[in-house]
C-alpha cells in the first residue's frame, strides 16, 4: 500500500474521528481535539508502514510509539469514563492490522460504508497541519489540562512490555525481517569464509601433488657420468 496523499489522511483521520464522537458521545470541542490527534498520528505512520508490514522492527517500535503519543493525547481530551471504553474498542485503541502485505485500518471492518458520516468535517478540517504534534511543544502534549476534568490515569500503552508481543502479534504478525536480514548476512559471511578454506584446501592439494611429482621425478633420473665411470672400473 503506497504512502497516502495529504487528502486521503485527513479522510481516513475524519472517519476514525466521526466514529469516535458517534460511539464516545464527544462534543464538538473534543470532536475538533480528537480529530487533530489523529491525523498528526496517521500522518506520522504514513511512510513506514509498508516496512512495518513486512515485519521491520525498527518501523515496528516508530509505529508504536507514534500510537503511544496519540494515545497518551487522547487520554488529557476524553473524560475518565470516555477513555476507559475507549481502551475496550480495539478499533479505536489500536487502529490499524495487517493481512498479507497489506494494512488497514481496523474501524473499517465495523463501518463498512466509507462515505458516511455522522457529524460535518472538524473545524481545522482543511487548515490544521500538524502544529500541535508533540515535536513543536518540547515533546509534551498540546492538549494537557485544556479540558479541566478528570482524566484517566491507568496503563495505557500499547507498547508495554507486559501486552506489546500480544499486540504487535495481533497487529501485524511476528515476522522480523531486521532478524532475517541479519541472518541472511550471516549466511553468506559463512558461505564466503568457507569458499576461501575450500579454495585454500585446494591450493595446498594441488601444491601437495606437485611436491609428489617432483619427488618421483628426482628419484627416477639416471646416475651422472662420473659414478657410471666408476662403475665400468670395478668391472675391469
Known sequence: MAAMSNSKIR?????????????????????????????????????????????????????????DIRNDDLRWVLSERQYR??????????????????????????YANHNLFYFGKPNSYNTYHGGHYRIDHNHASYYKDRHGQAHYNGAYSVKSENVYHNNRRSDFGSRDTTKSNKESKSDKKENKNNKEKKDDNSKNTNRNKEKVTNNVRESGRQPSSSTNSSRHGNRN
Request: no cysteine; proline share 1%; hydrophobic share 40%.
Open 11 to 67: 479522510k481516513e483521520a475524519r472517519f476514525l474521528t466521526d466514529k469516535m464522537a458517534h460511539e464516545l458521545n464527544l462534543s464538538m470541542i473534543q470532536y475538533n481535539d480528537v480529530y487533530e490527534i489523529n491525523y498528526d498520528f496517521v500522518f506520522s505512520i504514513n511512510h513506514i508502514m509498508d516496512d512495518v508490514v513486512r515485519g521491520n522492527s525498527r518501523a515496528l517500535d516508530r509505529y508504536y510509539d507514534n500510537l
Open 85 to 110: 471504553r475507549f481502551l475496550g474498542i480495539e478499533y479505536f485503541y489500536r487502529p490499524i492490522y495487517a493481512n498479507g502485505n497489506k494494512w488497514y485500518f481496523r474501524v473499517s471492518i465495523t
